[in-house]
């Protein structure tokens, strides 16, 4: 796995589609329905993350 980015990325919308500034001059542009299916996910893995980070300082694991 590569190292993380922990900045969060600039996002904006242009001739019908959006699109992510990524790291490194890399774009990613999207159509806004896949943009906001990307949305949810990333959403919703991040708070796994968190809660799996939580509780893996708790001495527990996340079961998912």
């Given amino acids: 796995?590569?190292?993380?980015?922990?900045?969060?990325?600039?996002?904006?919308?242009?001739?019908?589609?959006?699109v992510?500034?990524?790291?490194?001059?890399?774009?990613?542009?999207?159509?806004?329905e896949a943009a906001l299916r990307t949305a949810g996910r990333l959403d919703e893995a991040?708070?796994?993350?968190?809660i799996a980070r939580a509780q893996r300082a708790e001495g527990r694991t996340i079961d998912r």
């Fill in 1 to 18: 796995m590569t190292q993380p980015f922990a900045e969060p990325r600039d996002v904006f919308h242009e001739n019908g589609e959006v």
């Fill in 46 to 50: 991040a708070l796994d993350e968190l």
């Fill in 20 to 32: 992510i500034d990524g790291p490194n001059g890399g774009v990613i542009a999207m159509t806004p």
